[in-house]
Structure formats: C-alpha cells, structure tokens
C-alpha cells in the first residue's frame, strides 16, 4: 500500500505564493512518478505537474512558469511551489503517484483558494 497526505493548502490573495507538501509512505520504492493534479467544481481533473524518478517534468500549460514541482528523496516528500497564483487556480490540489504516470495511488486531496 502507498500512503500519500497533503498539506499546505489554505487561502491566498491573486498573486500571492504557496507551497504544497506531500508525505509518502508504504512501498513507494518502486514509484518512478509523482505529480500534482487539481479539480475544480465543472471540470475535469487534470495534472498540473509530474516528475519521474530520472527528473524528466511535465507542467501543464496554465502554470508553465509560475508553478515548479520537486521532491526530497530523503523525506519522502514532494512539494508544488506555486507563485503568482491566480483565481483560476482555485482547486482541490491531490498528489499522486505511479509506477510510469502518477495516476495509481492517491491522497485526499486539498483545497487551494485564490480570492481577493
């Protein structure tokens, strides 16, 4: 089993900046994807950014340039720095993971709110 929390989420003002965290545990060993994916009330999920074990990223079009993904393999830990946020961004934020894709295991989920 792979256990994945997220942490960080809250309200913040259209240009401001957060950081989201995300702990995993369980047997991870063999996971050579992570990434961060979002849902917003009408619409789809869709992952915002992903990052494989030999460090190749993917980021989604919308966060290009404001948004990076990295991890610490030594905490088991993987962050989403997110600047320049903008109400657009306002989603559920989950992180998840994969084997090739992060798209097997999942956390809960968190809520980002961008608002003035």
């Known amino acids: 089993q792979v256990q994945l929390v997220e942490s960080g989420g809250g309200l913040v003002q259209p240009g401001e900046s957060l950081t989201l965290s995300c702990a995993a545990s369980?047997?991870?060993?063999?996971?050579?994807?992570m990434g961060w994916w979002r849902q917003s009330p009408g619409k789809e999920r869709e992952v915002v950014a992903a990052m494989k074990s030999g460090g190749s990223t993917y980021y989604h079009d919308s966060v290009k340039g404001r948004f990076r993904i990295s991890r610490d393999n030594a905490q088991n830990t993987m962050y989403l720095q997110m600047i320049s946020l903008q109400p657009d961004d306002t989603a559920v934020y989950l992180c998840?993971?994969?084997?090739?894709?992060?798209?097997?295991?999942w956390g809960q989920g968190i809520q980002v709110n961008v608002s003035s």
């Open positions: 369980g047997n991870i060993w063999d996971l050579n994807a």
């Open positions: 998840a993971s994969g084997h090739s894709w992060p798209d097997e295991y």
